[in-house]
């Protein structure tokens, strides 16, 4: 079975111009993630989704991001315009979005992310 | 607030040798608690996670941890390293309600020396 498929995997960019990214969860997992991580930290939740709905968005700096997840299936996560700062790699990940305690998130590879 | 903290950046050991990988959790609430592993390039794999079964938690590639209530630890083991090891270690906490919700640690960095 395929995994979380993401792309491009890497980007490189001049400051003030729009970039996107695009993720393909698991088949039949509900539940979407998208994670930013900088160099030498973990993973800091961006927005989770579960179906179409942005469920938890609070981390999301959306006067220059923005995400979509239509027909809940892939995702999409935009930067418009990029600043240096946001260089990083973002990751995508899913989960079948159990009720249950034993969910379990599958990650991506990542799209790493260079702003010049 | 939940949190996981972690000891140690970079820890090096000899092929052969204890791997222990250092984690502490802050949760108000009873926690779930996971350890990830992040190959060079590529995305996070699940090694193992506590969700309040057994304390001692069995992973892949020989990894096992220990969920200390009293000491709020979760430190991940393996009892010989081997060099496909190396690798950077997340550990991170969610609320024992939720899976959905992790907070990462800053990750530590596991080398092996031949």
């Known amino acids: 079975e395929a995994g979380v498929v993401q792309s491009p995997r890497y980007k490189i960019i001049e400051k003030k111009q729009p970039v996107a990214f695009w993720c393909n969860p698991i088949s039949g997992h509900n539940t979407l993630y998208w994670y930013l991580q900088n160099l030498g930290q973990g993973p800091e939740l961006l927005i989770r989704?579960?179906?179409?709905?942005?469920?938890?968005d609070s981390q999301l700096p959306k006067d220059r991001f923005s995400a979509e997840r239509l027909k809940g299936v892939d995702s999409t996560l935009k930067i418009q315009p990029a600043e240096l700062g946001d260089s990083a790699v973002y990751l995508c990940?899913?989960?079948?979005?159990?009720?249950?305690?034993?969910?379990?998130?599958?990650f991506g590879p990542g799209t790493r992310l260079t702003v010049l | 607030a939940q949190s996981v903290t972690q000891l140690g950046s970079h820890v090096s050991v000899s092929e052969g040798a204890l791997v222990l990988l250092r984690c502490n959790y802050s949760s108000s609430v009873p926690p779930y608690l996971f350890w990830y592993v992040q190959y060079p390039n590529q995305g996070l794999q699940l090694l193992l996670k506590y969700t309040s079964a057994a304390t001692l938690v069995k992973g892949i590639n020989g990894f096992e941890a220990e969920f200390k209530k009293s000491e709020t630890s979760f430190h991940l083991t393996k009892p010989s390293a081997h060099m496909s090891d190396a690798a950077e270690y997340f550990c991170?906490?969610?609320?024992?309600?939720?899976?959905?919700?992790?907070?990462f640690g800053s990750g530590t960095r596991l080398s092996i020396r031949p």
């Open positions: 991170a906490v969610s609320e024992y309600s939720s899976a959905s919700k992790i907070i």
């Open positions: 989704y579960e179906n179409e709905e942005a469920v938890d």
């Open positions: 990940a899913s989960s079948l979005g159990l009720a249950e305690r034993t969910d379990t998130q599958y």
